[in-house]
């Protein structure tokens, strides 16, 4: 039998747990520094310690509490932890958590403007700061969703339907209407692409990876190529997807190029600046931007480089009626809140349901400005460029590929595959910091990410430290 009183839990409780964890967050964050980065749990370890039922009488929130501590935390991967270099590093900021806890009482839905208006108005006030930064004219608009893999998968939704007829309303199977359309990355293009195209029933084999060149850039030419053969083919090359700032090395397309070879072909430009988009804060950075003006859309991810938390994708679209006439469709329960409101955003994408994204990219981009963002981005640069400059002196290694943001890409010299794979497992296991490995032309290269606004050039000098013990130390 239930006795407790219904309802949530006491006022005061409430309060008081709040202070606790508020204390508790203020504490991580200044303790992060000492934490150990990788946790030792093995496999399961975690879930061998909650029971495996579904609980059916309440728990003081007392305990739940003390078994974060005692049971989640051993278990967490500190992303924040300035000596973390995986990835792109971590967005955390404290600004960023304010807004996260602000979100969670608030607990509204995005999904029209009557579902909150702050929500939807504060959402078009963030993409456009964002656009300002980015320098995107009025032809564009944007759409918050919650990762890039989504807004790419969008964006292809929106060319699909413009490259056919009626998709939407019809769909593909069973249509002898429909050509078999083609899709163009170069070979350092994220998985995300494939993704969407599987989504979008394009199919996985229709993604076309396109010759990169030395220095991991698209290779125009081998793209062209490849574009004339399929039309020979009888297929109908339908998007280029062009990569400012690739997974592995950062490298960018040549987005101008690669804008000509659309335009010749009538195909979809669609960028993918889900980390690279960041630099564009750079006024020394602008270069980052070239051919932007081209793009049919864009991804970027203020949760990769600017410094909001995760999940925050931004996708702007040119002439954005070409992607909402995709996806609107109002629910019957729903007229009444859609009815007379400027915009509402669940008629851009598949979600209804959306999370209030904005106050977070409001609050830490009003917190640290353009300039303050810009700073820090800089720093991470400058850091990158230390460290590219430490591998290119030391014998032991070798530099992987040419560094062109936060990210290093380098190798033990005249080395075996698993020698630089096990080192960087051996490295993580101990804990004081965290690389990423990835293959590059085939071979294993270690790679260094950075992007968080705790790491400082002590902290990058101990990470290059570790490594060189590392290296010293298999010789052992
Ligand atoms: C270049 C690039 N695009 C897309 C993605 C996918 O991002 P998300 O996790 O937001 O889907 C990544 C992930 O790291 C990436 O590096």
Redesign the pocket.
Known sequence: MHHEPLGDIPADVFRQHLHEVADWIADYREQIATKRISPTASPGAIRAQVPAGAPEEPEPLTDILADVDRIIMPGVTHWAHPQFAG??GSTTTAPGILAEMITAALNINAMTWRTSPAATELEQVVLGWLQQWLGFGEEFSGVVY???????MHALAAAREEASTAIRARGLAGRDDVPMFRVYVSDQ?????DKACIALGLGEENVRRVASDAEFRMNVDALGEAVAADVRDGYKPLAVVA?V???STASVDPVVEIASVCTEHQMWLHI?????GGLALLPECAWVTNGWEYCDSL?I?P??MLFVPF?F?ALYVRNIARLQKVFTLVPEYLRGDAAGAEINYMDYGVQLGRRFRALKAWMVWRTFGRSGIAARIRDHLRLAQLFTDWVNEDPQFELAAPTVMGVVCFRLTASEDEQNSRMVEAINAAGETYLMQTKLRGRAVMRLGLGNLLTTEEHVRRVWQIIREAAAGRHH
């Open positions: 990835y792109f919650d990762t890039a893999s989504i807004s790419t293009a994220h998985s995300s692409i990569t700032g690739t997974t993918d600046a889900a980390y690279g991804v991810n949760h990769k999940d994708s």
